[in-house]
């Protein structure tokens, strides 16, 4: 049944290499994991996203120019505006700006539209001052990170949506709810999996048996029908923090296979080993014998697992949001941005409001490159 | 190789029950049940009734009985394709359902064709030539393939579609077809209408392919046995198409199951975004307008189609495998 | 690399060097490796793990992988047909090349268990030697299986055709597998430690079987192994391999009998005394350590390990070869050696 279980492969010229003392040997499991990670370009590129994404969920207020509930009635279903150096007779200018707009109504469709008033430049500055805000959740403040300096001026960098909210700034916003459903999920997901396959993993026999069998349920039932299916089945009055809180844990409630699977299968493989035997002839309990001795024998393991389960719990997320069964305003995740772009109507007149999305997917390739990376570092056999 | 067989059908069995068994608690989870939905429907018709009638209503579709009976005749009634009244639609959810399940596993199955097409010819080449330009532009669209939320992808070709093509890409018919006999022109609208959806819900699925053929053939190069054939005086190319591409499908066709899990999940929300007559929009609804008959008999189906799938890919599996036939 | 039998050469192999690319640098694996074989007459290859046996063998065929190849030397092959190559120009890949492998050469590998793909049938895998080089049909490729099949000694041979590897014991294996090698007459059959991996009953089995089958087909044997035992049982000649070069070839009396060079002395008192038969006689430690082929020593790579090494001179120059024909040394007491 199991395809790795095959004739067994020899690398029959690799047995007699003479062996050399070096670094590696005399490093720790960890020092050696990293020295591998770091050798692996993609997840190195994974971890500097991450890091970007990490300073956008912190300093949210900070980076954003605007206030994610703040409209612009001057701008509804506005396109992004570059700022630009170069003015239109070609001359550099600076500091650098946007094109002034003015607001004309189509004779024939009567639709709004923004066309450029060359008479206006509006000027783009570092560090001006906006709304106030508490830096941090403390530090009272009003410097923004950019924005525009000329009074009545303004620079919507995603463009805006149909209500004239800035797309930029919600964006911004929006990856702590995207995040955090990922990072609750996962921690939740982690709990689940670690005990479930835990206790699958340390008693064996029957026990085992069953979540097998559990495991492999719930595997091969389609996912996305049956989240869709708990999800619509919360009560609509919920507040907000409570519809937050249950899609996390619906989202995490499928997810823990994985990480079980890993748990029971690395404690069914270190349970023979000795260090485990002779904790338990020193009289050590069975949760401390897991808990200290097996768990962090195979930790490395999980945290791919985790790093894998992540992106999963955030497309899943997003995909609810963007169907409307997930998260609902005011909560802002990137799925619930994506929810304005439903109609194919909406996006002809807006394509940016696809915006988000890209953010999505860079945040699901940076984990997936952390996950290649952790998994090769993790992986005893590579080099 | 029975053996083997028999216990995977009696596993596939089990599950279904179990499926059957989830899809009836949803079914039942949601609040109220058919007979309040029955009762505000038409006192918002303006008639009158009364609670004596509810009970009424309530005992003639037994849902004053326990629970472990009304499952069983649900099951019961499922067993014979009905799976009772749509109230959305005010039709038998059976009807509805089979007007839109032959488009869905159309899609599914082709989708399924597509992923296996497209990947294991990438994924070989990948492997032979590794570290080629071939094989890091392969591993770059593997990555954006597994990244890319469906819903997203579907709305940007369609937004691409629009603004380049001129033309729509939701349903599945032109409209001059929809509602046409079945006829060759009407198979090659369709055929044409299919390629959208069938990208959108296979890139991932490909995208995972691509790799696992790759790693599961790279794993096969180094084996002692390609050696030896290379030794009997194979050409390279039927050494690697007898051999190692031979064996890796091995692994790979073992996925298949997973592979439609992963499609059938996709499906609704690609439905929905590009507005395909399956059964996509249609579960997205009931669940929606809390329809939980409907709703619950498309959960069932849903994980019907897996189950029954992953029963299918372990047949495959044996035909490709002796070993398992040994057990 | 003149005759030495009386037998026309089946292979005949002149300075063969194979080096290792990496990085830039190239490592030599092995260093001049010369020898020749003739039709009928079993050559043993002997030396200790990660001498470059192996890596002589495959480069036989061209079947070197990897960054490995052969920088210079001589292959010529004249098969028993008359067809005549010099295997070393001809390229890893290309017609020529396989239509010598499987049909002119046969390989057998160390490990019958992992010699055959394990979802094709026995009989299928044999067949399609005989469908790449011949044009037969299939049912002419079965009967020709099957009559090899017989040949090795496993009972049922049409019965086997349609069985799969892992239904088959190892022994029975490293007989299909001979089959396999067999099945297309080849005129030269390169056997990496065919019996490593097998118990010694077994052993004693297919060692028997491919003595039958040489003087049946007159084919010539390049047998490399580990064990002297098995050396003295099966070879006509024998060459002496140590870190990538042959140091000393003769014929099995010459070398048992008169051991000339000081390593072939050496492995011949690690082995347990005549008499002591139950033993595997597998070569002992000597003492010391194979060099590492990434930093060979210098002069004469024996030199840190010989008894009568001259100082400085064996660490400064590579040793001349004395000798002629069939008998050569590479060492500088070679000379009063031979001549002893
Ligand atoms: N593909 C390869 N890449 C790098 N080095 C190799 C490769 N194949 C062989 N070598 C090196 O070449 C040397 C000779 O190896 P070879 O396998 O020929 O030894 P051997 O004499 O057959 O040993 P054994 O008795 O263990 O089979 C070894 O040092 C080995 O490390
Ligand atoms: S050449 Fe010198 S070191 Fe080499 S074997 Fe002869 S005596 Fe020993
Ligand atoms: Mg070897």
Redesign the interface.
Same mark, same amino acid.
């Given at each position: 049944m199991d395809a790795s279980a095959q004739a067994p492969r020899r690398r029959w010229w690799l047995f007699r290499r003479q062996p050399k003392i070096r670094r590696h040997d005399l490093a720790s499991q960890w020092q050696l994991m990293w020295w591998k990670f770091r050798r692996h370009t993609l997840a190195m590129i994974g971890m500097v996203l991450l890091g970007l994404f990490a300073a956008m969920v912190i300093f949210a207020e900070f980076i954003s120019p605007y206030p994610p509930f703040e409209r612009n009635p001057a701008y509804v279903a506005g396109a992004p505006q570059i700022p630009s150096v170069i003015d239109e007779n070609g001359n550099f200018r600076w500091p650098p700006f946007v094109q002034g707009l003015k607001a004309e109504r189509d004779k024939k469709t009567l639709r709004l539209n923004y066309v450029p008033d060359p008479s206006v430049k509006w000027d783009v500055g570092m560090f001006v001052k906006g709304e106030p805000y508490r830096l941090l959740g403390f530090i009272p403040t009003d410097i923004k990170l950019f924005g525009v300096t000329t009074e009545g001026g303004f620079m919507h960098l995603f463009g805006t949506d149909f209500t004239g909210l800035d797309l930029f700034s919600r964006t911004i916003h929006a990856a702590r709810a995207s995040l955090g459903v990922g990072f609750v999920g996962v921690v939740i997901s982690f709990i689940l999996g670690a005990a479930i396959g835990g206790v699958a993993g340390y008693f064996g026999g029957w026990v085992d048996n069953i979540v097998m069998r559990l495991i492999e349920f719930i595997r091969s039932i389609p996912t996305l029908p049956i989240w869709l299916a708990l999800a619509a089945m919360l009560p609509r009055d919920w507040s907000p923090l409570a519809t937050y809180i249950a899609i996390t844990v619906i989202l995490s409630l499928l997810g823990w296979t994985w990480l079980a699977r890993t748990v029971r299968s690395k404690l069914l493989a270190t349970r023979q080993e000795d260090f485990v035997l002779a904790a338990r002839l020193s009289g050590c309990s069975d949760t401390r014998i897991i808990v200290r001795h097996m768990l962090p024998s195979f930790m490395s393991y999980l945290i791919v697992d985790a790093s894998i389960a992540f992106p999963e719990i955030l497309l899943a997320e997003t995909s609810l949001s963007f169907l409307g069964l997930g998260l609902r305003e005011p909560v802002e995740s990137w799925g619930v941005l994506l929810f304005a772009a439903q109609s194919i109507r909406s996006i002809d007149q807006a394509p940016w409001l696809m915006i988000p999305g890209v953010f999505v997917i860079i945040a699901v390739l940076a984990f997936n490159f952390l996950g290649d990376g952790l998994r090769d570092a993790a992986d005893p056999y590579t080099r | 190789m029975t053996r083997?067989l028999m216990r995977r059908l009696a596993y596939t069995l089990a599950?279904l029950l179990? !499926?059957s068994l !989830?899809s009836f608690i949803?079914i039942q989870?949601? &609040?109220g049940d058919f007979a309040e939905i029955y009762a505000a429907k038409k006192a918002d018709a303006g008639a009158v009734i009364s609670a004596a009638q509810i009970a009424e209503v309530r005992r003639e579709l037994g849902l004053d009985q326990p629970w472990y009976v009304q499952y069983g005749t649900w099951l019961a009634n499922a067993a014979r394709g009905d799976f009772g009244q749509s109230w959305t639609w005010r039709r038998p959810v059976g009807a509805v359902i089979a007007e839109r399940l032959p488009l869905t596993l159309a899609i599914a199955f082709a989708t399924l064709v597509f992923m296996y097409v497209v990947s294991i010819p990438i994924g070989v080449y990948s492997a032979v030539r590794r570290y080629s330009f071939g094989d890091h532009a392969a591993s770059l669209i593997g990555?954006?393939g597994?990244?890319? &939320?469906?819903?997203?992808l579907a @709305? !940007?070709l369609?937004?691409l579609s629009?603004?380049y093509f001129g033309q =729509?890409v939701?349903g599945l018919f032109s409209p001059q077809y929809s509602l046409a006999p079945w006829s060759w022109e009407k198979l090659q609208d369709l055929l044409q209408h299919l390629i959208v959806p069938v990208i959108v819900l296979g890139t991932s699925g490909t995208a995972f392919l691509i790799r696992a053929m790759r790693a599961a053939v790279l794993?096969e190069l180094?084996?002692? *046995?390609v050696?030896?054939?290379?030794?009997?005086? @194979? =050409? $390279?190319m039927?050494l690697l198409l007898? *051999?190692p591409v031979?064996?890796a499908l091995? $692994?790979i066709a073992?996925t298949l199951?997973?592979r439609l899990?992963?499609v059938? =999940?996709?499906a $609704?929300?690609v439905g !929905?975004?590009l507005s395909l007559p399956d059964m996509g929009p249609l579960?997205?609804n009931s669940?929606?307008n809390?329809d939980m008959q409907l709703?619950g008999a @498309?959960?069932f189906l *849903?994980?019907a189609l897996?189950?029954i799938g992953?029963f299918l890919s372990d047949v495959l599996l044996v035909a490709?495998? $002796?070993?398992?036939r @040994?057990? | 690399m003149s005759m030495s039998t009386d037998h026309p050469h089946v292979i005949d192999v002149s300075n063969l060097s194979i080096s290792l690319k990496n990085d830039n640098n190239s490592i030599a694996i092995t260093r001049d490796v010369s020898f020749s074989i003739g039709r009928g007459e079993v050559l043993a290859l002997v030396g200790e793990s990660g001498s470059g046996k192996s890596v002589t063998a495959l480069a036989l065929m061209q079947l070197l992988g990897g960054n490995l190849s052969i920088s210079s030397g001589q292959i010529v092959l004249t098969a028993i047909d008359g067809y005549s190559a010099d295997i070393a120009k001809l390229g890893r890949n290309g017609r020529q090349i396989e239509a010598i492998r499987g049909a002119r050469m046969g390989m057998i590998f160390q490990e019958p268990m992992s010699s055959f793909s394990p979802v094709h049938t026995i009989g299928a895998q044999i067949a399609e030697v005989v469908t790449v080089h011949e044009d037969v049909g299939r049912k002419e490729a079965r009967r020709r299986s099957a009559e090899l099949l017989a040949k090795v000694g496993i009972p049922d041979p049409v019965g086997a055709l349609d069985r799969y590897p892992y239904e088959f014991s190892g022994g029975m294996r490293q007989r299909a597998m001979i089959a396999r090698a067999l099945v297309c007459g080849p005129s030269l059959l390169i056997a990496d430690e065919p019996t490593t991996a097998l118990d010694v009953t077994i052993q004693g089995q297919i060692l028997d079987l491919l003595s039958k089958l040489k003087d049946e087909l007159g084919m010539a044997i390049l047998f490399i192994t580990h064990d002297l035992g098995i050396v003295a049982q099966m070879a006509d000649r024998v060459a002496i391999m140590y870190a990538g070069s042959i140091v000393e070839t003769g014929s099995v009396r010459e070398i048992f009998r008169r051991p000339s060079h000081p390593y072939t002395r050496a492995l011949l008192e690690a082995v347990p005394r005549l008499g002591d038969i139950d033993e595997r006689r597998r070569i002992n430690p000597i003492a010391g350590s194979m060099p590492n082929l990434f930093e060979p020593p210098s002069g004469c790579r024996f030199h840190p390990r010989c008894p009568v090494a001259v100082h400085p001179r064996c660490s400064l120059e590579r040793p001349p070869t004395f000798g002629s024909g069939g008998r050569l040394v590479e060492c500088i007491h070679g000379e009063a050696e031979l001549a002893r």
């Open positions: - | 083997f599950t179990l !499926v !989830v949803i989870a949601a &609040p990555y954006l597994l990244a890319i &939320p469906n819903f997203l @709305l !940007v369609m937004y629009q603004r =729509s939701g794993d180094d084996r002692m *046995y050696l030896s054939a290379k030794a009997s005086g @194979l =050409s $390279p039927q007898r *051999y031979r064996i091995v $692994p073992s199951g997973w899990t992963y059938i =999940s996709g $609704p929300i !929905v975004v579960f997205l669940l929606l809390q709703a @498309l959960i *849903y994980c897996t189950i992953t490709l495998d $002796p070993r398992i @040994l057990e | -």
